[in-house]
């Protein structure tokens, strides 16, 4: 087992995964395996294939991994590879790794030989969730429940960091394997996810459930959530200030929620809460968190008591 493989795209994580399984696959057919590195930064493309070549004395078989391939493959870099990949050597193989790649003839090449090309932007969630569970069988030794994979994607996103906390919940995982709620209580939300709980929590809770709640979300954390709650009340209101202008300008509802990148429940809970309000007042509400913003940063103020005041104002300005 040979050729050419080329693992391209931004999600470095994905890209290194596709070389351990390659390295396994070449493990299995020729036992032990030699790896060399090399940087497209600074080494020359003739130095590498030379490496795939030469012979080494244990005359194990190699694995040449290249970084940033996309700088030796331009240029006069491409015609060599062309060459390279219609006859790899077949005690070697070369595997490109590399954020960008130009498609072209010698990706024809290459899969002709027996090699393969890559991908790596990361997956769907649906594959991601699908790719987590596989991930936590094979490599963490637990099952991963459905519902609790589908959560630690929309939690964490990337393959790396959904790895990461596989590794942490598979410690403590029960028979029954992970489930949702241990999801839930050891992932924290992304900085998403706590902006839009805030927002919700204000267009849709009473002034003493409001306090509440938000009392809970200040004083209950180990990290200071002062600025992040200040940051979900100013994005708050200027979307309601944006979309309260342009439905009294007759504009098309979706295509506001559409410009403002609204989905899901914020969507219809903000678009809701737009058309209630006049332009002018959901001015006078941005002008409120701008002054919070100003008095916080310049300490005019404790930042629990201007939340309080903030976020009751904001709440009674959309009923």
Same mark, same amino acid.
């Given at each position: 087992m040979g050729g050419?493989?080329?693992? %391209?795209?931004?999600?470095?994580? *994905? $890209?290194?995964?596709?070389? !351990? /399984?390659?390295? *396994?696959?070449?493990?299995? @057919? %020729?036992?032990e395996i030699e790896t060399i590195h090399f940087d497209g930064t600074r080494d020359l493309f003739a130095d590498v294939l030379d490496e795939c070549r030469s012979f080494g004395l244990m005359q194990q078989h190699k694995l040449v991994v290249v970084e940033t391939a996309d700088q030796l493959v331009k240029g006069d870099g491409r015609p060599l590879l062309e060459r390279y990949a219609q006859a790899p050597v077949e005690g070697a193989t070369l595997v490109l790794r590399c954020d960008t790649w130009h498609k072209g003839n010698v990706d024809k090449l290459i899969t002709a030989s027996g090699g393969e090309v890559h991908k790596c932007d990361g997956l769907a969630p649906n594959e991601a969730a699908a790719w987590a569970v596989k991930r936590a069988k094979e490599h963490h030794g637990t099952t991963l429940q459905r519902e609790a994979a589908m *959560?630690?994607?929309? $939690?964490? &996103? !990337?393959?790396g960091r959904i790895d990461s906390e596989l590794a942490k919940l598979a410690v403590d995982a029960p028979k029954a394997g992970i489930t949702r709620e241990m999801v839930a209580e050891a992932v924290g939300m992304t900085r998403e996810?706590?902006? +839009?709980?805030? /927002? #919700?929590?204000? =267009?849709? #809770? &009473?002034?003493e459930q409001l306090l509440t709640q938000l009392r809970t979300i200040l004083d209950n954390?180990? /990290?200071d959530q002062s600025v992040v709650t200040l940051w979900a009340c100013m994005d708050l209101c200027r979307k309601l200030h944006t979309a309260s202008q342009a439905l009294a300008q007759g504009q098309n509802p979706a295509s506001v929620a559409g410009t =403002?990148?609204? +989905? &899901?429940?914020? $969507?219809? #809970?903000?678009?809701? @809460? #737009? $058309?209630? *309000? %006049?332009? @002018? !007042?959901?001015g006078r509400l941005l002008s409120l968190a701008v002054e919070a913003d100003r008095k916080t940063k310049s300490g005019l103020g404790r930042a629990d008591r201007l939340l309080e005041r903030l976020t009751l104002q904001i709440a009674g300005g959309t009923r």
């Open positions: 050419v493989f080329v693992f %391209h795209g931004k999600d470095a994580f *994905l $890209r290194a995964d596709y070389t !351990q /399984q390659l390295r *396994l696959k070449l493990e299995d @057919a %020729h036992g *959560l630690l994607v929309d $939690r964490v &996103g !990337q393959l996810e706590e902006v +839009w709980s805030i /927002q #919700a929590m204000i =267009l849709g #809770a &009473g002034p954390s180990k /990290q =403002l990148k609204l +989905w &899901g429940p914020s $969507r219809d #809970a903000i678009m809701n @809460a #737009a $058309r209630r *309000l %006049h332009p @002018a !007042q959901a």
